[in-house]
């Protein structure tokens, strides 16, 4: 499985930007998606998911009503529509696949996706 992200960069307080993530290798509608970040000298966050068959969607609690995960089963793609974005948003954002951590219940642990991206700069100025 590869995963690429795209749609990084540098944008104001308040702006908006969509990350997308291309996954080839795979039948891709067999795996959950998430999306995670990596702040400057912080660990690693869980901020979203999105089932197979997009039948749920579930949120970090600082990005509800902002940010908004899909998936294009048809184009092996999911996105991640981010609005009102604020300075702590700044990371490095990272696309994740798994075929176990829906089934498990683990969609917000980073150890149970065995496929990641290489990750996309997100730079949110004040």
């Known amino acids: 499985v590869q995963l690429v992200e795209s749609g990084g960069g540098l944008v104001q307080f308040g702006g908006s930007l969509r990350l997308s993530c291309a996954f080839s290798g795979r039948a891709f509608s067999d795996y959950v998606m998430a999306w995670f970040r990596q702040a400057p000298e912080k660990g690693l966050e869980w901020v979203s998911a999105?089932?197979?068959?997009?039948?749920?969607?579930y949120y970090t609690d600082s990005v509800k009503g902002r940010f908004t995960i899909s998936r294009e089963d048809a184009n092996n793609t999911v996105t991640l529509q981010m609005n009102s974005l604020k300075p702590e948003d700044t990371a490095v954002y990272y696309c994740a696949a798994s075929t176990t951590a829906q089934t498990l219940g683990r969609i917000g642990s980073q150890a149970w996706y065995p496929y990641w991206g290489q990750g996309t700069q997100v730079t949110v100025s004040s």
């Open positions: 999105i089932y197979t068959g997009a039948v749920g969607t």
